[in-house]
Antibody, heavy 122, light 107 residues
Framework: QLLLQESGPGLVKPSETLSLACTVS??????????WVWIRQPPGKGLEWIGS???????HYNPSLKSRVSISVDTSKSHFSLRLSSMTAADTAVYYC??????????????WGQGTLVTVSS | DIQMTQSPSSLSASVGDRVTITCRAS??????LNWYQQKPGKAPKLLIY???SLRSGFPSRFSGSGSGTDFTLTISSLQPEDFATYYC?????????FGQGTKLEIK
């Protein structure tokens, strides 16, 4: 059974850079048939896709966040990471990692990690 | 990007009711539409993929249909564990977008 677990700070100061990691267990992060994903959800609001990465390093980013976001993968540690710079209160959210199949139109997110709440405050 | 609009935003219903939630895309997305169920304090779970395929582990009272721009999620007979928020998501292109969600509440 594939499990994903987010880790990182729960509190970030305004203007700082958020760094989160997602550890993959029960499956291979190097499986070429999947992308690895970050999604976020502000408190009481809906879901926003942040970006996706393939183990080869190929990435796709949400255009609204592209200038601030970087996603990387470390196959030796079986984890992938999110960096989001210039954080503001609007970036306060639960951040989820997930997986999606690699293939035209087949990009549904399953499974998801449990999520980690990141609050931006001084 | 492709905008996804769900209706209604919230819905009150009773156990045993038949419920339909609608999702509309701003352009044709073929059948590249997925549905998720989210319960309070929990991560979303994939419910329906490719518009009409039921994810294993979910009961057959859940069904999805549609293609092009208009899609529906139907619960044939609501059970207490179905009260949750439901989201649609398009996977037509790699700029994935979600609907705003439909909160299903107990009447």
């Amino acid at each position: 059974q594939l499990l994903l677990q987010e880790s990182g700070p729960g509190l970030v100061k305004p203007s700082e850079t958020l760094s989160l990691a997602c550890t993959v267990s029960g499956g291979s992060i190097s499986d070429s048939t999947y992308y690895w994903v970050w999604i976020r959800q502000p408190p009481g609001k809906g879901l926003e896709w942040i970006g996706s990465i393939h183990y080869s390093g190929n990435t796709h980013y949400n255009p609204s966040l592209k200038s601030r976001v970087s996603i990387s993968v470390d196959t030796s540690k079986s984890h992938f990471s999110l960096r989001l710079s210039s954080m503001t209160a609007a970036d306060t959210a639960v951040y989820y990692c997930a997986r999606h199949p690699y293939g035209s139109g087949r990009n549904w997110f399953d499974p998801w990690g449990q999520g980690t709440l990141v609050t931006v405050s001084s | 990007d492709i905008q996804m609009t769900q209706s209604p935003s919230s819905l009150s219903a009773s156990v045993g009711d038949r419920v339909t939630i609608t999702c509309r895309a701003s352009q044709s997305i073929s059948n590249y539409l997925n549905w998720y169920q989210q319960k309070p304090g929990k991560a979303p779970k994939l419910l329906i993929y490719a518009a009409s395929s039921l994810r294993s582990g979910f009961p057959s009272r859940f069904s999805g249909s549609g293609s092009g721009t208009d899609f529906t999620l139907t619960i044939s007979s609501l059970q207490p564990e179905d009260f949750a928020t439901y989201y649609c998501q398009q996977s037509y292109n790699t700029q994935y977008t979600f609907g705003q969600g439909t909160k299903l509440e107990i009447k």
